[in-house]
């Protein structure tokens, strides 16, 4: 008796047979690939960020800023005549993943460096991997410095953004003057805003002033109605917020929507978070780096290529032009020290100097973070944020931390 | 018989050539492998579970976090040793399994009930790891978990992780081999193939079903804590949603009928994930998902299910009796 | 007070919408024994439907149609096509609709991307109700989602939809032995019961941000509540939303809001637990 193939059998045949196809392939790609990396004639570096996730409101940014670097250096020659490539990849603003692209980036890929992050929750996991496979991490976001044992301070690690002493101490006394001295903080459950709020209460505790309350959100909340109601029965003037990405952007449309009478002031906000939603941001203070309406020559001539490389809308923000630096350094150090050897360009990472959108950028010797001057402005209905102060670079103050 | 044989020298090989890999392999794609390695112990106890008891985990990654943050906190907060964490992970998982499989499967809770409280206890794990932050180390987890050393035994490192692995697999084998095919496994498939005649026939299938719950549990627990010792960390991702998919597929994709079939779709689906996350980097969820519909519409025995039905109707072509006709 | 008149209305607020995600919940399983895993995804849906709508600079209010409108049809393809092939296979079809809800989370991603949208709020402005501040918008929110549940359950209890699909509940061979095509039904069910969820969608969007991943807030509280509310009626799950959201909201600012939700989890597991035929106790000839 012959045994009849029935059609039933044949599409599971044929499902099984793709199946098997599909993975035998898998594993006959997945021999190790020849590298690339070791080529002394390119420089080829690691971008990584929170593409998706709770940060990737500011990915386009911070990799356009990093993307028009690099374009920027191989049109006139490379780094010291070197081609520079880049692999990027997304770590979703997660620990885990953030951990499985550095290693990838370094081992595999074995890129000469990684560039990006923002939340430091990102910087803590990859400063576990990252000096290890002794592949420098350039950090390209404001954070929180060295308070509460964040790992920064590292022979393999620098950091292109602010720490509190730059972005958080100008602030302060501008706020006891303009606006008030009662606090309501904000933020999310992480080291960033718990580490900030660490010098903000020093800093308001010698101007006489008080935080009314405190409260930290784990990352996805929704809904934020009930401190918001807290927020205008303690009192305060000055609402402190440091929640990241999307939930910053939530509590925004509902402070709007419940009308809070506090000042909102946030160290996130910038240009990015003021054009996705100018009805929320309008009247926030911010303080930054780094402003759109910085006007310099300099930042003229790096918004012009911006514009033309991303459109005349696309924001950019400190974030982006840290990332933009932080490559320019790069390639500085690896022209002085005419090699991509690590050790022999991360030598002189301290000795270059770079004249940048937001003025002349150098890496301190003492703890590997950048001179910055600050900026403190109100964001207006338009989304545009109009500079209300002006300070001085100053050098970045890691207590406990010499290289 | 002949099937154990076969199982036994396809585990076999496999085992051996394991052994080997770190000759052949770089360092990182060994970590890759390692990461294999003890996913494939999850896939095994979540396949026991499944293909054996008929009970569907929609949330296992919970137990797997679970042995991987008691490890965790045990030995960075609490200063244990890392052997008696790890023992501590299981031991604990393994109650917590009691506890539940108490509560529900002597309440009369099954099916979809039971795969819907279990996708619950995945989002309580969750929201715990996240929220309890002086604890768990909140959204950001908890970075440098101490690798196993039990004396002179020191499995830090890339290496030492690998062989950690590959020794936990080895023991997960043997573990479910032993209730497979023992008396107790053919009461498991009594009682997935109909409980109401199996408790008629005098077992307690609470009972059992709680006990393989406690296996299942166990093994997963096991396989988090080991990989929080291979990997030096652990985040709240570990408990998630898509993990706990993830691991569906696996058993899922490669056949809930055989555990040499839940190694398959460990192995097939974590190699693919590697190559199209550089062609699609954030779109692997998609691939999942797909992966997972088309397995459940067209292949619901898996790879290795339906090669073993079609194996049995090509090479034993004879009258079908009436009784098989509907397989 | 005002602090007990904000908390009860930012908890109608949220129960309300709940309550329509898990009403729709509801129908589809009471009807098809399906647990629709994907059901979060029609609120997103439907919140990215009022993005489309407000975006183009048409008023927000006409989402409220097309959200339903595109629910319905997502609705109707995922069981028409698939979910239809696997009525003998329950597990298979939870398991199905597992893996369809990541699909559609990335194709929501591949079209409108990761970063956060904003859908503008169509009564802009806050009034003062006995000393608490409550945005106008959520008040609109209630009151068209407390109608849209009203409306169903009307329908649902009296129309000759809802009384064919009480039949196919109750017998579905029977059913169709007398003539009753239940998979046709079945169809329109599953679309209504997206429907419902889209309009929750759209509903909550103006309130927060509009990314592929927020149906899964939804979902969990939404799920338990149908099941506490026991299969399928209208009026159990609503009191299983009322538990489930409104003891989540009413606990938060005394626990935290992690805290809260994971202790309501832990008591709606013990509910269903003692009483797996749902809180409400049934009544015999009534449906609603």
Redesign the interface.
Known sequence: MTHQIQRRDFLRLAGGVGAAAVIGSSLAACAPPAQGGGDKDALKLGFLTSFTGLEAVLAAAQFQGFELAVNQLNESGGAGGRTISFVKEDDAADSKQTIDKANKLALSDKVNAVVGLVASLEREAALTVLPKAKTPLFYTTYYEGSYLDAHACDPYYVATGQVPNQQIDPLVPWLSDNVGTKYFVVGSDYIWPRGTSIRLKELVDEAGGSIAGEQYFPFGTTDFSQVLREIDSSGADIAWITLAGTDFLTFLTQAHQFGLKAKLVSLGMDDVFAHANPDAAAGVIASQAYFKSIDTPANTAFLDAYSAAYGADAPINAIGVAAYNAVNLIALAVEKADSTDTDTWMAEISSVEFDSPLGKVAVSATNQNTTSANFIGEVQPDGTISILEESDAVEPDLPGCSL | MRRRIIAGVIVAILVVALSFAPWIIDPYNLTLVTQIVIFGVVAISLQTLWGRGGQLSFGHAAFFGLGAYVYAVLTLKVQLPAGVSMLLAVVLSVVVALIIGYFLFFGGVRGAYFSVITLALALIGNQVAISWTPVTGGNSGLLGVPSLVIGPLDFSGPLGSFYLSVVVLAVALAITALVNYSRVGLIFAAIREDETRATFMGYNTSGYLTGLLALSVGLAALAGAVFAAASNFVAPDMLGALLSIEMLTWVAVGGRNYVVGALLGVVALRILNVQISTVLPTSWPLVVGLFFVLVVLLLPAGIVGSGVQLARRLWRPRAVPAAEAGS | M??IV??LL?AAF?VSVVALVALGLGVIYGLL?V?NMAHGEFVALGAYAAFLVTSSGVPYWLALILAPLLGMGAGMALQGA?LS??VS????A???T??????F???L??VF????R?V??PT???IDILG????I??LVAILIAVAVIVATILFLARSEFGIVVRAILQNREAASVNGVNAARYSVWAFGLGAALAAIAGALIA????V?PL?G??YL?PA??AV?LGGAGRPSGVLVGVAFMAGLEVLL??YI????A??GV??L??IA???R?DGLVREKKDRFA
């Open positions: 005002d602090v904000s908390l930012n949220l024994g647990i698939i092939r696997l296979r329950p597990l298979d939870i398991l199905v597992l893996g369809l809800s990541l699909v989370q990335q194709i991603q591949a991307g990761a970063v956060p904003t503008a709020n802009p402005g806050a608490a501040t409550f945005p918008f959520r103006p309130s927060t941000n990314i927020m899964a807030t969990a799920f338990v099941i938060a600012p935290g809001a992690t805290v939700r994971a989890l832990v709606a597991i269903i637990r003692l797996p």
